[in-house]
């Protein structure tokens, strides 16, 4: 469960969390059956975006397939398009959208709108008057994709899948540490020892750090190298001495759990309640800037959205110590506060 499992979710996880969305079902309502309108069709289906669902002359047929989920777009070509374009310089068309997946909807509406932009300009590029032997002007944009050049999901998704990883691997099996001495009664026998608190806590502490770094290597060199080609850009010394402070914040937190937790129900019920927050805040499905206010105070404090950022900013960017100097300060803070307050709770009798 320790090991296994979270290779396995590292492998399926990048595949399938993917931004890019693609198979948007369109209906084509076209009552003009000009080259226009044809013309217009082909290339939105050309885009690889849109798989067409229907293709019709009667808007009531189409709006059915939209009603029933088959479509998640309707695009109404006008009778007289070609007309009205050739004569009027413009052409009106309406576009529906199935707004249930918000996120498919309003990705795929920008998507249908820089295509019909482009057949535009094409049309528009066609009718310009230019002198024989020249073509059309024409605005030639270069663009430069820096860190990751292909755009490729994986490499963006990937490092911040491991850490989630390691951070349910950690938390999970921490919470469950002290709790699981006081239901076998063997915590007693502890208390009743001259151990010192610190000294039991850190001896909680260092297996389960131990994990999480043999976690953290077999994702990143046994899967993320292998498998997806992410070499880090950075400093590997770098990434396991950010990884080592953020363990110890982290695993501060699950004995925290599990000192104030009489049994392993209560332990799980809270290590769930945080891993939930640090999951959805954390900034790896949903780019903390774009949060509102209350909820970038929130991540401010999620020790999961530093590391996110400084393994993306290593793996990718090939940042350096003085890049993450504020988040390991932060991520220190938080492991020094946690800890302490974990010492603190854990009730011993001498």
């Not at 939209?66 to 007289?80: A, C, M, R, T, W």
């Not at 750090?209 to 290597?217: E, P, Q, S, Y």
């Amino acid at each position: 469960m320790i090991i296994a499992l979270p290779l396995v979710q590292l492998l399926v996880m990048p595949i399938a969390a993917d931004y890019e969305i693609k198979n948007v079902n369109i209906s084509v309502v076209d009552h003009d059956h000009s080259t226009y309108s044809r013309k217009l069709t082909d290339k939105i289906i050309a885009s690889g975006y849109f798989r067409l669902n229907d293709y019709s002359n009667s808007f009531t047929n189409s709006f059915d397939q939209f009603q029933k989920d088959h479509s998640d777009l309707v695009l109404e070509i006008p009778k007289n398009f070609e007309k009205d374009l050739v004569r009027d310089n413009q052409g009106n068309l309406f576009i529906a959208v199935n707004a249930i997946n918000g996120t498919k909807a309003s990705v795929g509406s920008v998507y249908l709108a820089r295509i019909i932009a482009a057949f535009n300009s094409t049309v528009r590029a066609e009718w310009v008057q230019v002198p024989s032997g020249e073509g059309p002007p024409e605005i030639e944009v270069a663009a430069i994709n820096w860190f990751n050049p292909v755009l490729s999901y994986p490499f963006f998704m990937v490092p911040g899948i491991l850490v989630i990883l390691v951070t349910m691997v950690g938390a999970y099996m921490c919470a469950l540490n002290i709790v699981r001495e006081k239901e076998m009664g063997t915590i007693e026998q502890i208390n009743v020892t001259p151990i010192k608190k610190h000294i039991f806590i850190l001896g909680k502490l260092i297996p389960f750090w131990v994990i999480g770094n043999l976690v953290f290597t077999l994702g990143l060199f046994g899967v993320a190298w292998p498998v997806y080609h992410i070499v880090p850009a950075g400093s590997l010394w770098l990434m396991y001495g950010f990884l080592s402070v953020y363990l110890a914040a982290l695993l501060g937190i699950g004995l925290l759990i599990s000192t104030y937790s009489n049994t392993q129900q209560q332990a799980m019920s809270l290590a769930f309640f945080f891993m939930m927050i640090f999951i959805l805040m954390g900034g790896l499905f949903t780019s903390v800037d774009s949060m509102p206010d209350w909820a970038r105070w929130v991540a401010r404090f999620n020790p999961v959205t530093y590391f996110i950022d400084v393994m993306r900013m290593v793996i990718l960017k090939g940042s350096g110590l003085a890049d993450i100097k504020q988040h390991v300060l932060i991520v220190a803070g938080m492991a020094l506060f946690f800890n302490a307050w974990a010492v603190l709770n854990y009730k011993k009798t001498s």
